[in-house]
């Protein structure tokens, strides 16, 4: 970064130090969106985190301090013009101050897009903004953040086993709009004709995401994962009759799969499952490696993210490579390995699966013959 604050003409630097006076980034509630409350709450969190200190810039301002007070200071010194100063340095000054503006504006749109995908979920209003010109009680015209709230579109599927409600998959995209998921049937190359199809969440998905990710406060996140997978799917399994099996990841990385079915107008996600449940490659691969059933993933606890990333599974080598043998390993390392497992299950696997006990082991690796 450029802007070297210090270049500032002497008597402009007492601006800084004046009340702020702009109130830009402004933000308006669309008042024709449910969820007043949300957004309201929303709002406020906004504000707030617009009150933190920037860590990637030369000026140790937050983005509310620059929007109101440091961009305005800059305005006047441009107004007032170059006067008694060098305009060669005034001109690089302004130059570099573009570069920092720049900058700020992503912050400023990272942190509210970050409030957003926090609160929002697809089956229950997803929160978006929109950049609109608004004309504040006794002001001037201003550019101004709109938030919103959009509820997905619900709708009930006549299945054989019976009616499944669903919504339409969506998500807050960069430009904090609402996006929806579509498949390109043909770009897949699914059987049947060549067609693009909305993308909808049964209900029951849900909840078995909430179940096996237990983690309320990351939830928007979870959710947003959830659409980017199905907007980039991945087939793992085609199971027939139109049925397969989509990678669920966060990231680049494989935390489950949803268990998809086309259909003549939709794609419809009927459920979730995670990595080592029934009906999985990997599960199946757990079966044969150690002969685990279903009773048995379910009896060590398995089958819950949980287990994975706060157990002290992954301090143990042979269980670590036994996993990553039936291709779950990689959920052993996605937390950093220093520090105290919160969840102390190791022992009681090994014993499940009769490993035997590692320490004597290695004492029987290290005795001479």
Known sequence: MGFDPKSLPPEELHELGRPRRARFPLFVLDTGSKRQDVLRAIEAEVKSSLEEPSTGTPLQLSPSEFFEGFAPMMDRVAARGPGKHDPAKLEKLFADFEELHEVFVGELVVRVLRVLIAHSRMDAGLFSFAVRSVNPPGEREQKAFVLACVVPEPRRFELDAGPRDAVRAGAVSATGEVEWCEWDTGALELPGPARRLPVWVQDHAFERLRQRIPAPSIEGYTHGTLFESLRHPRITANQGDGTFLVEYRWHDVRVGHLAVTVLEDAV??????????????????????????????????????????????????????????????????????????????????????????????????????
Do not use: N
């Open 268 to 369: 419809l996600v009927r459920t979730f499952l995670f990595l080592t449940m029934q009906g999985t490659p990997e599960a199946a691969k757990l079966r044969a490696r150690l002969k685990l059933k279903r009773r048995d993933i379910e009896w060590l606890d398995l089958d819950s993210f949980s287990v994975f990333l706060l157990s002290d599974m992954g301090k143990d080598p042979e269980l670590k490579r036994i996993f990553d043998e039936c291709g779950c390993g990689h959920l052993l390392t996605l937390v950093p390995a220093s520090g105290e497992p919160a969840m102390k299950v190791a022992d009681e696997v090994r014993k499940y699966l009769k490993l035997g006990d590692p320490v004597r082991r290695d004492r029987a690796r290290q005795e001479p013959e």
